[in-house]
């Protein structure tokens, strides 16, 4: 069911509106063209080589759909309570939702470089917010470009941008809204995203071009700083005393239901020009956000559940709407993609697909691993399909989650379940040296320079204080004060 929310195109997106000289999407003037030499050093690799393997003439179009920051316990479909996403709730009602889907890092980064290269952060060790993705990956458009895809991504974020080495096969690129003439935490997105996305779709459907296309849309409005959205907002206003997290929590639920919105344009487009019976869809987050769950307010300072458990919901064509309740993780997202892409799945991947699962076949469980190394914050965590082992620090002591019984991770119970501890701790350290062996496939992670424009930048989306330590959670921040308008500066 549609929304009856008016959009109002010019008033909250002022800052970033599309000026005139813009360059077309897909194949216009100007438009950033880049094709990514394929790295020499996995040629030796593939004992079941994917180079030259061209995708069918019926292979689906794929379209991820991206949002930074989305907690997975704040939508509809996942049990929310308030009306955050009914665009996001319809488009999975007919999809397979993995209720159990986690992050390989609590912030964009890292966690990013696992969707587009399919490893965690001990492989493809994006670690800083100087990383780039070394150019050896073969990264998710890279392998679809290889088969004969078309690639686009629109993109939102300072670390989407071409800096940072996500764009590595992506033959049209726009992230002219990742270098904001503001404060790019103060930039609302959503519109411009999904009118650049609904732009792509419309030219692809004009388009006498036959290849099969694969589109990335990163959205980027629930991140802080959280913004009021006139019309929208004032739903989630909770009445009464309430905590900060509360109360920031309250803003960023309809940061939440404004990319809703944007995100149900794309997908009504996307069905009224009959692309959604040969599209596979992805909707993923790149991790979540705190709310003082454990004392903190924002992401990339620990691995707690409401970081690292992430929306992952898939439909594709011929795949019934499906629950999937065992534990998935966002390095199996490349190999599925490729997977219903008709494509042969190289035998380096780490992750696997999830086509069997999307199927209702059972298969054995895995563990997930998540990492942190971020200045100065250091922590691993192993999840189980019961469990979550956290440890922090270098040589921090283990805590245990029974998520059975505790599923916000309230009470260690580390004391009580030695047992558990050792085997869980046995399997995190062994998945971390394999993700050390990995990178030597790969080349090691490029440092980018962090110059005094890209510090700023870094620094108004609270990635580090001004002094370059780390944002703490007991650091005052601009967030409360969460009363700036649209389009105000
Ligand atoms: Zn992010």
């Known amino acids: 069911m549609r929304s009856s929310i008016a959009l109002r195109p010019g008033h909250k997106i002022r800052a970033v509106l599309p000026r005139s000289s813009e360059p077309e999407l897909a194949g216009g003037a100007g438009f950033l ?11 030796g690799l593939a004992a079941c080589d994917d180079r030259g393997v061209r995708a ?34 319809a488009f999975a ?25 399919g490893e965690v952060a001990s492989t493809h060790d994006c670690w800083n917010y100087g990383s780039t993705l070394d150019d050896s990956f073969r990264t998710l ?6 088969a004969g895809y078309d690639t686009a991504c629109v993109v939102s974020h300072l670390f989407t941008t071409s800096r940072h080495g996500l764009q590595q096969g992506f033959v049209h690129t726009d992230d002219s809204f990742a270098y904001p003439e503001i404060d790019p935490a103060e930039n609302i997105t959503s519109q411009v995203i999904s009118d650049k996305g609904i732009r792509f779709l419309d030219q692809k459907k004009d388009s006498p071009d036959e290849a099969p296309w694969f589109l990335w849309l990163h959205y980027f409005d629930p991140h802080k700083e959280y913004m009021q959205h006139p019309g929208i907002s004032e739903a989630f206003a909770t009445p009464g005393a309430r905590t900060r997290g509360a109360l ?41 956000e705190e709310f003082e769950d454990h004392g903190g307010v924002g992401h990339g300072h620990s691995l707690h559940v409401e970081l690292v458990h992430v929306p992952l919901a898939i439909r594709a064509p011929g ?9 998935v993780r966002q390095v199996d997202v490349l190999p599925t993609l490729l997977d219903l892409a008709g494509l042969p799945l190289p035998n380096w991947l780490a992750g696997r697909s999830l086509v069997p699962a999307m199927k209702g076949q059972p298969e054995d469980a895995v563990g997930a691993l998540a990492e ?6 250091v922590a691993d965590s192993w999840r189980t399909q019961r469990w979550r082992l956290i440890r922090s620090g270098r040589e921090g002591t283990p805590q245990l989650y029974d998520l059975d019984a505790d599923p916000h991770e309230t009470s260690d119970v580390a004391a009580q379940h030695p047992d558990v501890v050792a085997e869980l701790e046995a399997e995190l350290a062994s998945a971390k040296a394999a993700g050390r062996e990995r990178a030597r496939l790969f080349g090691g992670g490029r440092e980018v320079t962090l ?25 005052p921040e601009k967030l409360e004060t969460p009363e700036k308008r649209d389009g105000e500066r």
């Open 93 to 117: 009602s007919g999809a397979v939702v993995f209720e159990q889907a986690e992050a390989s890092a609590p912030w964009t980064l890292p966690a990013l470089a696992s969707v587009m290269t």
């Open 33 to 43: 063209l880049r094709f990514s030499a394929l790295p020499l050093a996995l040629a």
């Open 248 to 288: 920031l929590g309250d803003v960023y639920d309809g940061e939440v239901r404004y990319t809703d919105l944007h995100i149900g344009r794309v997908l009504a487009r996307l069905r009224e020009l009959g692309f959604d019976k040969d599209t596979v869809v992805v909707l993923l987050a790149d991790h979540g």
């Open 56 to 89: 069918a003439p019926d292979a689906p179009n794929v379209l991820l759909i991206t949002v930074d920051t989305l907690r997975a316990d704040r939508l509809g479909f996942y049990g929310y309570g308030k009306p955050t996403s009914p665009e996001l709730d």
């Open 372 to 377: 942190l190394d971020l200045s100065g914050n």
């Open 319 to 327: 795949f019934a709407p499906r629950r999937v309740k065992e534990v």
């Open 451 to 475: 110059t005094p424009g890209i510090q700023h930048d870094l620094e108004a989306l609270g990635y580090a204080g001004a002094d370059g330590r780390p944002v703490s959670p007991e650091q």
């Open 141 to 146: 458009p890279e392998l679809l470009v290889a």
